[in-house]
């Protein structure tokens, strides 16, 4: 199963020569399962759909910006349940559609249950990023108990390793009285290579003082050994060489082996 997700900046910069670096990378990367973050869906314009074409099923999320900004989830495979959880915790969320979305993807070997997270982007929202993130984490744990299957949670999480709500997935931190383990697919695969998703190599950057690099992310739940329950085979960044990038983030492909 390769899984990737990818910050599409939604139709910023010279959007016509993006779509077509989007079209051509997509394609080879022949991902099963896509997060996106940042597409534009409006009653004229399907971001997702001009960039994938055909062959895939896709959710999007209801909370969109002005512009028609937010999140949609596409995979090869048949998608069952949807569930779309309001992460607006406190006042200072307001001018930004932070969401996610949790998918039941039916592929052939079992359900999985991907969370497509989007929590809030200001450096100064830590506070906020930690209650969005308890929240969908108690979601999903609840969903797995009623409807068991793996979980992936992919997406940019606007926060890099060192952050408490990145360091609560991967079992390192305790939030509201919760602790759970999920591996992160880079960390697993690159051990001692930092992860930078987020960075001023990319001629689509425009933050060059933002302090966080590795921003992107996707992990998976462990089972009861503390170990995923889809193994680990390999994460790669994406879209990030030379004349093939077509955002301002780079992105992230996981490969993960099948079990029942």
Same mark, same amino acid.
């Given at each position: 199963?390769?899984?990737?997700?990818?910050? /599409?900046?939604? /139709?910023?910069?010279?959007?016509?020569?993006?779509?077509?670096?989007?079209?051509?990378?997509?394609?080879?990367?022949?991902? +099963?399962?896509? @997060?996106?973050?940042?597409?534009?869906?409006?009653?004229?314009?399907?971001?997702?759909?001009?960039?994938?074409?055909?062959?895939?099923?896709? %959710?999007?999320?209801?909370?969109?910006?002005?512009?028609?900004?937010?999140?949609? @989830?596409?995979?090869?495979?048949?998608?069952?349940? /949807?569930?779309?959880?309001?992460?607006?915790?406190?006042?200072?969320?307001?001018?930004?559609? $932070? @969401?996610?979305?949790?998918?039941?993807?039916?592929?052939?070997?079992?359900?999985? &249950?991907?969370?497509?997270?989007?929590?809030?982007?200001?450096?100064?929202?830590?506070?906020?990023? $930690? %209650?969005?993130?308890?929240?969908?984490?108690?979601?999903?744990?609840?969903?797995?108990?009623?409807?068991?299957?793996?979980?992936?949670?992919?997406?940019?999480? +606007?926060?890099?390793?060192?952050?408490?709500?990145?360091?609560? &997935?991967?079992?390192?931190?305790?939030?509201?009285?919760?602790?759970? $383990?999920?591996?992160?697919?880079?960390?697993?695969?690159?051990?001692?290579?930092?992860?930078?998703?987020?960075?001023?190599?990319?001629?689509?950057?425009?933050?060059?003082?933002?302090?966080?690099?590795?921003?992107?992310?996707?992990? /998976?739940?462990?089972?009861?050994?503390?170990?995923?329950?889809?193994?680990?085979?390999? $994460?790669?960044?994406?879209?990030?060489?030379?004349?093939?990038?077509?955002?301002?983030?780079?992105?992230?492909?996981?490969?993960?082996?099948?079990?029942?």
């Amino acid at each position: 199963m390769r899984l990737a997700t990818q910050n /599409v900046w939604g /139709v910023r910069g010279d959007w016509p020569a993006r779509l077509a670096l989007f079209q051509k990378g997509f394609q080879l990367l022949e991902a +099963d399962v896509l @997060t996106m973050q940042e597409t534009i869906l409006t009653p004229d314009f399907d971001q997702v759909e001009a960039m994938l074409g055909p062959g895939y099923h896709v %959710a999007h999320s209801s909370e969109r910006e002005y512009d028609g900004s937010g999140i949609s @989830t596409a995979s090869r495979w048949p998608i069952g349940d /949807v569930l779309e959880l309001d992460l607006n915790v406190t006042d200072r969320t307001g001018d930004f559609a $932070c @969401t996610a979305l949790v998918t039941e993807v039916l592929a052939p070997f079992g359900r999985v &249950w991907v969370a497509n997270h989007f929590p809030d982007y200001q450096v100064d929202h830590e506070r906020e990023r $930690c %209650a969005q993130t308890v929240l969908v984490a108690r979601k999903l744990e609840e969903l797995v108990a009623d409807a068991p299957g793996h979980v992936v949670v992919a997406g940019d999480l +606007d926060a890099d390793d060192a952050a408490d709500s990145v360091r609560f &997935w991967t079992g390192r931190h305790v939030l509201d009285d919760l602790s759970v $383990c999920y591996r992160s697919a880079w960390q697993v695969t690159h051990p001692y290579e930092p992860l930078e998703t987020f960075e001023p190599g990319n001629p689509w950057f425009v933050d060059g003082d933002w302090p966080y690099r590795g921003i992107d992310h996707i992990l /998976v739940r462990c089972g009861p050994e503390g170990r995923p329950t889809l193994p680990i085979l390999s $994460c790669t960044r994406t879209l990030d060489q030379p004349g093939s990038i077509p955002s301002d983030h780079y992105g992230l492909a996981a490969d993960l082996e099948e079990r029942q």
